[in-house]
């Protein structure tokens, strides 16, 4: 899904269940982050949106109406 992007923008740095882990997100690889996703799906940043092939992770209504044109 992250389709050549960094698994940071995909992360939910945000989620209170990353904030109870009490981990530093730079010293985070996308290997860690990638694997903190899959055990905790919480920690995706939602709404995945697919449009023309790219994704757009956490986009709110505002950008996916810029997207969208």
């Given at each position: 899904?992250?389709?050549?992007?960094?698994?940071?923008?995909?992360?939910?740095?945000?989620?209170?269940n990353?904030?109870?882990?009490?981990?530093?997100?730079?010293?985070?690889?996308?290997?860690?982050?990638?694997?903190?996703?899959?055990?905790?799906?919480?920690?995706?940043?939602?709404?995945?949106?697919r449009?023309?092939?790219?994704?757009?992770?956490?986009?709110?209504?505002?950008?996916?109406?810029?997207?969208?044109?």
């Open positions: 899904m992250l389709r050549g992007k960094a698994a940071s923008e995909m992360f939910n740095f945000r989620s209170p990353f904030a109870k882990l009490g981990l530093d997100r730079d010293k985070l690889s996308d290997d860690n982050l990638i694997e903190l996703m899959r055990k905790e799906p919480r920690l995706v940043r939602r709404p995945v949106v449009i023309d092939g790219k994704v757009y992770f956490g986009a709110d209504a505002r950008a996916l109406e810029a997207i969208l044109g």
